[in-house]
Each structure stands twice: as structure tokens, then as C-alpha cells.
């Protein structure tokens, strides 16, 4: 597959990611940013992986989207700790070793 070939549909997917974050938050619907990041963060690992570094910014984009909404939503929603603790197996189940949600996750732990 040629990067060239798939560019647009790469931008036009990391559009849609900022557009659901950004139309979630306005709304402040913090555990459907949480469920959102969960469920996408499917979708951006299944994104290809080129060999060009440059051409990965899309998918590095898009993880950082998504974890900073978690993030946002983490501090701004007043979840519960039982909530709390569901939330972050989910990151970790989600997440490879040192990746974005990683910050999620140590404010977890400090909560």
C-alpha cells in the first residue's frame, strides 16, 4: 500500500477523531469521552505503520488526541473509584508498554 495512495483518507480519519473528542467535550459527557477513547484507540492501532517515520505522524496525532481527551475527562469528571479503577484496566488492557494513556494512568493511581 502506497502512503500517497492513502493520505487523504488518513487525514479525513484523524479529522473525525478530533471532531467526536472535541463534540463530546463541549457537551461534557466525561465518561463518553472515556468510552470514545477507549473504543477508538481500536480503530488508530489498526492504522497502518510505515516504514517513513513522517508518514506515522497521522497515527501519532490521533493517539495523542485521544489521550489528552482522557485525560481531560479524567480531571474534569468526578468519577467514582470503583470507576476509577474499571477505567484504568481498560487503559491498560488498551495500551502497550510506554504509550500515550500512560499519563491517564499515573493520575489514576494518584487519585
Same mark, same amino acid.
Request: proline share 4%.
Given at each position: 500500500?502506497?502512503?500517497?495512495?492513502?493520505?487523504?483518507?488518513?487525514?479525513?480519519?484523524?479529522?473525525?477523531?478530533?471532531? &467526536?473528542?472535541?463534540?463530546?467535550?463541549? &457537551?461534557?459527557?466525561?465518561?463518553?469521552?472515556?468510552?470514545?477513547?477507549?473504543?477508538?484507540?481500536?480503530?488508530?492501532?489498526?492504522?497502518?505503520?510505515?516504514?517513513?517515520?513522517?508518514?506515522?505522524?497521522?497515527?501519532?496525532?490521533?493517539?495523542?488526541?485521544?489521550?489528552?481527551?482522557?485525560?481531560?475527562?479524567?480531571?474534569? &469528571?468526578?468519577?467514582?473509584?470503583?470507576?476509577?479503577?474499571?477505567?484504568?484496566?481498560?487503559?491498560?488492557?488498551?495500551?502497550?508498554?510506554?504509550?500515550?494513556?500512560?499519563?491517564?494512568?499515573?493520575?489514576?493511581?494518584?487519585?
Amino acid at each position: 500500500m502506497a502512503y500517497n495512495r492513502v493520505s487523504t483518507h488518513l487525514a479525513s480519519f484523524r479529522r473525525v477523531v478530533n471532531e &467526536g473528542v472535541k463534540c463530546l467535550q463541549s &457537551g461534557e459527557q466525561w465518561s463518553a469521552v472515556v468510552d470514545y477513547t477507549i473504543l477508538a484507540w481500536g480503530y488508530v492501532q489498526g492504522t497502518p505503520v510505515w516504514d517513513n517515520p513522517a508518514h506515522n505522524s497521522t497515527r501519532k496525532a490521533c493517539f495523542k488526541i485521544l489521550a489528552s481527551a482522557a485525560l481531560n475527562a479524567l480531571k474534569s &469528571g468526578r468519577f467514582a473509584p470503583d470507576n476509577l479503577k474499571e477505567i484504568r484496566q481498560k487503559f491498560k488492557k488498551i495500551s502497550p508498554a510506554a504509550s500515550e494513556l500512560d499519563v491517564c494512568i499515573k493520575y489514576i493511581d494518584k487519585s
